[in-house]
């Protein structure tokens, strides 16, 4: 029967036809278990900055304080100073813990799907916590040859610096290593036939 009014009313459009499962390689799945322990590292790494005893980080600001030719004690006290200033960077530090956790989740989950904005974004991701990583451990190593000054840390903390690059560098290699690169094409490409086939029906109805 015709609308009596005129209009056409479209059919529903029918979703694309299911296709097979694509299999995930497991280089992306080693992949997502790695950002998974990056997360865990990450919440570790928090725990350590406010389990650890800050007396001889308050004693270390206390002493470069007082060694600059522009102090004054009568001024400022380096010790009141340092007594505000640790908890700052162990709020602060948490903080940024807990923007890290949720990127190294964020990314666990769109990687694992095959999205690959996320393999990309991932990337440079990883890329400046490298950076980030390189330029502290050649500071401490810096400072260590030197004899200078560093703010101390842990046995803990020091191992955590150290296992964190290599992590990143073996996600990144999993990440575009060719099974990889692979399967976020078959994903991608699914992806755009689901839609094409979707669209196709909508107007054809």
Same mark, same amino acid.
């Given at each position: ?5 005129? +209009? ?24 997502v +278990?790695?950002?998974?322990? !990056?997360? #865990? ?8 900055l406010? =389990?650890?005893?800050?007396?001889e980080?308050?004693? #270390?600001?206390v002493?470069? &304080? ?6 004054d ?8 100073? %340092?007594?505000v ?7 602060? @530090?948490?903080?940024? !813990?807990l923007? =890290?956790? !949720? ?8 990687? @694992? ?12 991701? @990883?890329?400046?916590?490298?950076? !980030?990583? &390189? ?6 190593? @810096?400072? %260590? %040859?030197?004899?200078?000054?560093? &703010?101390?840390? *842990?046995?803990?903390?020091?191992? #955590? ?12 290699? #999993?990440?575009?290593?060719?099974? *990889? *690169?692979? +399967?976020? *094409? ?14 196709t029906?909508?107007y054809?109805?």
């Amino acid at each position: 029967m015709s609308d009596p009014y005129g +209009y056409h009313q479209p059919h529903p459009s029918p979703t694309a036809p299911a296709a097979a499962p694509i299999e995930r390689p497991k280089t992306v799945t080693y992949a997502v +278990y790695g950002m998974w322990i !990056g997360g #865990l590292l990450t919440v570790l790494s928090s725990v350590f900055l406010f =389990t650890t005893d800050t007396t001889e980080m308050r004693a #270390l600001m206390v002493s470069e &304080m007082e060694k600059q030719p522009t102090y004054d004690p009568a001024v400022l006290d380096a010790q009141e100073v %340092a007594d505000v200033l640790v908890p700052i960077i162990q709020v602060g @530090g948490a903080l940024f !813990g807990l923007i =890290t956790l !949720g990127l190294w989740i964020w990314m666990a989950v769109m990687n @694992g799907k095959g999205r690959n904005w996320a393999r990309v974004t991932g990337t440079v991701f @990883g890329g400046l916590s490298l950076a !980030g990583s &390189m330029s502290s451990l050649t500071n401490i190593a @810096g400072n %260590a %040859a030197l004899g200078g000054a560093s &703010m101390p840390t *842990s046995a803990a903390s020091t191992a #955590l610096a150290i296992v964190d690059p290599l992590l990143v560098i073996a996600i990144l290699v #999993l990440l575009w290593v060719r099974p *990889s *690169s692979a +399967y976020f *094409s078959a994903v991608g490409a699914e992806r755009q036939r689901q839609r094409q086939a979707q669209h196709t029906s909508y107007y054809a109805g």
